[in-house]
Nanobody, 124 residues
Framework: QVQLVESGGGSVQAGGSLRLSCVAS???????MGWFRQVPGKEREAVAA?????????YYADSVKGRFTISFDIVKTTVYLQMDSLKPEDTAMYYC?????????????????WGKGTLVTISS
């Protein structure tokens, strides 16, 4: 059973920065990790994803391009999301996700593993 444990959420003012971290258990052997977010009453949104095969190909939602950066530490099996220039509309529960398949497939058909989430609150 793969487990994902997030950390790094919190509250900051607009324009500030936060860094989220997510470590995967040793049982994870897949090819894609990333982050989704959800606001109550709205659908979950894929924020960013990264191939974990060492190539480092990434995906970003249009709403975060240029502000968020995803990275992966293969030794620690940890994915990071550096969030800069934060806006109030970035306020959401952020979930770490992982998949056994490549990101292109998984972002379309669903991720296999989900963390419990970490709350990010941006005040104006």
């Amino acid at each position: 059973q793969v487990q994902l444990v997030e950390s790094g959420g919190g509250s900051v003012q607009a324009g500030g920065s936060l860094r989220l971290s997510c470590v995967a258990s040793d049982t994870y052997r897949g090819y894609c990790m990333g982050w989704f977010r959800q606001v109550p009453g709205k659908e979950r949104e894929a924020v960013a994803a990264i191939f974990t095969d060492g190539g480092g190909s990434t995906y970003y939602a249009d709403s975060v391009k240029g502000r968020f950066t995803i990275s992966f530490d293969i030794v620690k099996t940890t994915v990071y999301l550096q969030m800069d220039s934060l806006k109030p509309e970035d306020t959401a529960m952020y979930y770490c996700v992982a998949a056994d398949q490549a990101c292109g497939y998984s972002l379309t058909y669903g991720m296999d593993y989900w963390g419990k989430g970490t709350l990010v609150t941006i005040s104006s």
